[in-house]
């Protein structure tokens, strides 16, 4: 069993930027970052291999958030820069289950964090 904390999220103006942090409680496969508004699905934004030589992004995100991890500190972390209001959301760290490529569907995931509230103003 592992377990996900993220950090990290909070309330910023639109062009501005956050860095979240998930740190795990072991060692951990591929891993991921989603997001969710209220009454929507759950929606891939980044995933990164395990040893962070893949990474993957929305089309939506591309060219403006990062993904990176340290397997030595069994954290990940999800760089965002010019942030805009539709980036609201919880965003939530998973990671994959003996697994070192990621995945962009949700439901393949078997470890998720709590989530962390990001919020852009307009």
């Known amino acids: 069993q592992v377990q996900l904390v993220e950090s990290g999220g909070g309330l910023v103006q639109a062009g501005g930027s956050l860095r979240l942090s998930c740190a795990a409680s072991g060692r951990t496969y591929a891993a991921a970052w989603f997001r969710q508004d209220p009454g929507k699905e759950r929606e891939f934004v980044a995933g990164?291999?395990?040893?962070?030589?893949?990474?993957y992004y929305s089309d939506s995100v591309k060219g403006r958030f990062t993904i990176s991890r340290d397997n030595a500190d069994n954290t990940v972390a999800l760089q965002m820069n010019n942030l805009r209001p539709e980036d609201t959301a919880v965003y939530y760290c998973?990671?994959?289950?003996?697994?070192?490529?990621?995945?962009?569907?949700?439901?393949?995931?078997?470890?998720w964090g709590q989530g962390t509230q990001v919020t852009v103003s307009s």
């Open positions: 998973a990671t994959l289950y003996a697994e070192n490529i990621p995945s962009r569907v949700a439901h393949d995931y078997a470890y």
């Open positions: 990164i291999s395990w040893r962070g030589t893949i990474t």
